[in-house]
Structure formats: structure tokens, C-alpha cells
């Protein structure tokens, strides 16, 4: 359980605040994190800065998944998106609050915070972004 506590915690920054890297070499922006660019390569050895990412963009392509096993099952249908975020990021979550009917490529929409799963009654809960429409 420590190694699971101690895992969530460093990736609250990304995963709650939505926080990425950019190289300032080139200016590419990375999501999760990285350490270095994989274009600029050595020369962006510590020229890597936290970027905050925009919360906003549109719907690339998504899937609504009808069938699944174990947490998930409980849940179905539901959909699940590939967003091109405002700042150019690939970003992959479920859409919530949304008529499955209703989803469309090039919707806009909005990330959210939104608890995703625990560890049993008294274990760690787990949060992450999740999709919204951008009314």
C-alpha cells in the first residue's frame, strides 16, 4: 500500500492540475511530463519547465464503450474521448454529464476534476480529469 500512496502523491501535480512540461528549445509541450525533449534531445537537459495546461478543447475522436468487466461494468455505457486540448496536447479521458447521443467530433469541451476509483472503504481515493461539454 506505501508504494501505491507514495505513487499517487507524485503524480497529483500532473493528473490534478493538469500540469505538463515544455522544452525551452523548441517550445513542444508534453503531457504527462517528461524529463527531456525527444526532438531537442540532450540539448533540452534542463530546459525542461512546468506548463500548466489549458483545460479546454474539442472532441478528436472517442469511443462509447457498451461492455467491460470488474469497476468499470457498473458504468456502462459510457464514452471515453480523445481531445486536442487549446494548446495543441493530446489528452485522453471519459466524457461525463453528456447525452452518449449528443457526442460529436470537434465538440468542445472542458476538463474536470472528478474522483475515478478507490482503494477499498478506507483505502486511497484516487481523483483525475475527466471531460465535460463546454457550454
Given at each position: 500500500?506505501?508504494?501505491?500512496?507514495?505513487?499517487?502523491?507524485?503524480?497529483?501535480?500532473?493528473?490534478?492540475?493538469?500540469?505538463?512540461?515544455k522544452c525551452g528549445c523548441c517550445g513542444r509541450i508534453f503531457f504527462p511530463s517528461?524529463?527531456?525533449?525527444?526532438d531537442c534531445r540532450r540539448a533540452s537537459i534542463g530546459k525542461m519547465e512546468e506548463?500548466?495546461?489549458?483545460?479546454?478543447?474539442?472532441?478528436?475522436?472517442?469511443?462509447?464503450?457498451?461492455?467491460?468487466?470488474?469497476?468499470?461494468?457498473?458504468?456502462?455505457?459510457?464514452?471515453?474521448?480523445?481531445?486536442?486540448?487549446?494548446?495543441?496536447?493530446?489528452?485522453?479521458?471519459?466524457?461525463?454529464?453528456?447525452?452518449?447521443?449528443?457526442?460529436?467530433?470537434?465538440?468542445?469541451?472542458?476538463?474536470?476534476?472528478?474522483?475515478?476509483?478507490?482503494?477499498?472503504?478506507?483505502?486511497?481515493?484516487?481523483?483525475?480529469?475527466?471531460?465535460?461539454?463546454?457550454?
Amino acid at each position: 500500500m506505501a508504494m501505491v500512496v507514495a505513487r499517487e502523491w507524485r503524480e497529483i501535480p500532473g493528473r490534478y492540475n493538469l500540469i505538463g512540461t515544455k522544452c525551452g528549445c523548441c517550445g513542444r509541450i508534453f503531457f504527462p511530463s517528461r524529463a527531456f525533449c525527444p526532438d531537442c534531445r540532450r540539448a533540452s537537459i534542463g530546459k525542461m519547465e512546468e506548463f500548466p495546461l489549458n483545460r479546454r478543447g474539442r472532441i478528436y475522436s472517442y469511443t462509447v464503450i457498451h461492455g467491460s468487466e470488474g469497476f468499470n461494468a457498473r458504468m456502462t455505457p459510457y464514452a471515453v474521448a480523445m481531445v486536442l486540448n487549446d494548446d495543441g496536447v493530446m489528452l485522453e479521458a471519459q466524457l461525463v454529464d453528456v447525452d452518449l447521443s449528443k457526442i460529436e467530433i470537434g465538440m468542445r469541451v472542458r476538463a474536470v476534476l472528478r474522483k475515478l476509483d478507490e482503494d477499498g472503504d478506507a483505502g486511497v481515493i484516487h481523483y483525475g480529469f475527466k471531460f465535460v461539454p463546454d457550454e
